[in-house]
């Protein structure tokens, strides 16, 4: 009884561990549990905020919310215009950047810091539709090369009560021992009345290798104690 006592604090110690970095309030898109940390291109009091344009320009939002003039829209209200279903998360209306038609093709950076060190998968959330327009997004890790994401090849997504979904991508893994990454984000579509909905970005902890044969031996060891 004592052996099996020692193991089973020992995989209790170890599950602590793997899953210390996550939040109490993580987010949940469709079936996906997730950190999201919704984009913010100004804060509050008109500082920068989470997101800057790459190619460090200041000029940043169109005059008007589509203008076709190659910046993104500042419509802060329009997450619930296309009926995005936020629930779940800790995103609000003031999450978003829009691209309507070819308006929206700047690059833009987001930047994520102060994590626990360690590796992360990490998404790109951003709405995407499957009504007659078309809603795309080009994102990579930062460095690396931009692919498109719609619809076809999200990995989950929240139904919305419009047209638009609330939709997740995974963007790629960062190297180990990192306490941040940042993200690269472009707009994607050409044609009038197709929109860019660029939301923010999520992440997950990676288990360490070695924790996760810990934790499997543990739980090996208590088996076989039980069944002795």
């Not at 003031?94 to 998404?123: C, F, H, K, M, R």
């Not at 472009?186 to 934790?215: H, K």
Request: aromatic share 8%; glycine share 14%.
């Amino acid at each position: 009884m004592k052996n099996s006592m020692t193991y089973t604090a020992l995989c209790t110690a170890v599950a602590a561990g793997l899953f210390a970095g996550a939040s109490a309030s993580a987010d949940v898109v469709g079936s996906t549990t997730l950190e999201i940390v919704g984009v913010q291109a100004f804060n509050s009091g008109g500082t920068q905020g989470n997101t800057a344009r790459t190619d460090g320009s200041n000029t940043f939002f169109s005059s008007t919310s589509h203008a076709n003039d190659g910046l993104w829209g500042n419509s802060l209200t329009r997450l619930g215009a296309y009926g995005i279903d936020l629930t779940g998360t800790n995103l609000t209306a003031s999450n978003l950047l829009e691209g309507w038609g070819g308006e929206a093709n700047i690059p833009v950076t987001t930047t994520v810091s102060g994590l626990a060190t360690g590796q992360y998968d990490v998404y790109v959330v951003y709405g995407a539709t499957t009504g007659g327009a078309t809603a795309e997004i080009q994102a990579a890790l930062s460095g690396e090369t931009l692919a498109a994401y719609d619809d076809e090849n999200r990995d989950d997504f929240t139904p919305g009560t419009g047209d638009f979904d609330l939709s997740i991508a995974k963007i790629g893994t960062t190297a180990s021992g990192v306490t941040g990454f940042s993200v690269d984000v472009e707009g994607a579509i050409t044609n009038s009345g197709d929109r860019e909905i660029y939301i923010g970005v999520g992440y997950v902890l990676v288990p360490e290798p070695s924790s996760l044969a810990l934790l499997g031996l543990g739980g090996l060891m208590i088996a076989r104690r039980r069944r002795s």
